[in-house]
């Protein structure tokens, strides 16, 4: 859930998009759609507002033309464990062989 950090009041305009730069002012550059021109302007500062950014956290401009922020996620899939080996014979084989094929006859030794 994001928190509100500083209000701005900035009325924000179709075409445009907002973000708060790194001076922790709010500003806008216009949108691409198909393609753009070279001429086109570039970002301009619409409110300056000064906000000190902590790292960890992501700050954008609301739907009511306020600075807010939210705490970045930072996850991603876990690695899978590799499966424990059967035993001290499979340890000493595995530089010479696959685990596949030790593991195989080490578990035909034992039914045996």
């Known amino acids: 859930?994001?928190?509100?950090?500083?209000?701005?009041?900035?009325?924000?305009?179709k075409?445009?998009?907002?973000?708060?730069?790194?001076?922790?002012?709010?500003?806008?550059?216009?949108?691409?759609?198909?393609?753009?021109?070279?001429?086109?302007?570039g970002s301009k500062k619409v409110a300056k507002v000064g906000v000190e950014?902590?790292?960890?956290?992501?700050?954008?401009v609301d739907k009511n033309g306020d600075i807010a922020r939210s705490k970045m996620s930072r996850g991603g899939t876990k690695k899978k464990k590799t499966k424990k080996l059967l035993n001290k014979e499979v340890v000493k084989k595995v530089a010479k062989k696959s685990v596949a094929k030790?593991?195989?006859?080490v578990v035909k030794k034992k039914k045996k």
């Open 1 to 13: 859930m994001a928190e509100k950090v500083q209000k701005a009041g900035v009325k924000k305009e």
């Open 15 to 41: 075409g445009y998009l907002y973000f708060v730069d790194g001076d922790g002012d709010i500003s806008r550059c216009p949108m691409a759609r198909g393609r753009a021109t070279k001429g086109e302007e």
């Open 53 to 60: 950014k902590e790292i960890g956290y992501l700050y954008f």
């Open 102 to 105: 030790v593991a195989k006859k």
